[in-house]
């Protein structure tokens, strides 16, 4: 089975602290991606990965920053977190396949900024 | 991308089969129509995609109408476990390299 992990399910961090999210995934896949999840917002892409240190900005990347150096392991960093990063984070992954869309997703970071 | 429409929530009896509609009025000719679920508390899981033709696997059929302007999942024999929100995403593998954008979706819950 597919396996993507993320570092913790529940974070509580302060105001301007530098928060580091973690995912990590077993099967290869060359893509990988951050979501956060927000209640009437839906999921929204924050960044995604094609490849070691490739990076691509999503619809929301205002804020965040990520990192790639190796090709199972994908990490998003909030340089300064604030009130309005209180969110679900979600990681996925997928083969590049030219036909398929399929993406795995991890068991989601709920984190609150106070 | 399609927009797609679903209804906002369903209900369905243990063991009986769901079906979810979808509406993608607007698809393209090259836009497949995939789904996922996300029961509460998880992430997203991927359950099935088509294209124009009928598709069946391990959890779920897809039926795609001959216009292509709509589909069905089918939960053949609903569980408890079958709650979920579930979500209809059209895809143009021309677009974005894989974004999926999550509406709504409708929320199913599967009663005893």
């Known amino acids: 089975d597919v396996k993507v992990t993320q570092s913790s399910r529940y974070l509580v961090k302060r105001t301007g602290e530098k928060v580091f999210l973690e995912c990590v995934q077993d099967m290869d896949h060359e893509n990988m991606f951050w979501y956060r999840q927000d209640p009437g917002l839906g999921l929204r892409l924050i960044y995604f990965s094609y490849d070691v240190k490739m990076k691509e900005k999503g619809d929301i990347p205002e804020g965040y920053s990520v990192s790639r150096e190796k090709k199972e392991r994908f990490s998003l960093i909030l340089e300064s977190a604030s009130t309005n990063q209180t969110s679900m984070y979600l990681c996925?992954?997928?083969?590049?396949?030219?036909?398929?869309?399929?993406?795995?997703f991890g068991p989601g970071t709920r984190l609150t900024v106070t | 991308d399609a927009k797609t429409t679903q209804p906002t929530s369903m209900d369905c009896a243990e063991g009986r089969a769901a079906n979810l509609p979808c509406n993608h009025s607007?698809?393209?000719?090259?836009?497949?129509v995939y789904w996922y679920r996300q029961i509460h508390s998880q992430g997203p899981q991927y359950i099935i995609h088509g294209l124009k033709n009928n598709e069946t696997n391990e959890m779920a059929s897809l039926i795609i109408t001959e216009d292509r302007k709509s589909s069905t999942l089918i939960l053949p024999h609903a569980t408890l476990r079958d709650t979920a929100v579930y979500y209809c995403i059209g895809v143009n593998y021309g677009g974005s390299q894989g974004n999926l954008i999550f509406g709504k979706g409708t929320k199913l819950s599967v009663k005893p």
């Open positions: 607007t698809i393209s000719g090259n836009e497949y």
């Open positions: 996925a992954s997928s083969p590049r396949r030219p036909t398929s869309y399929e993406q795995y």
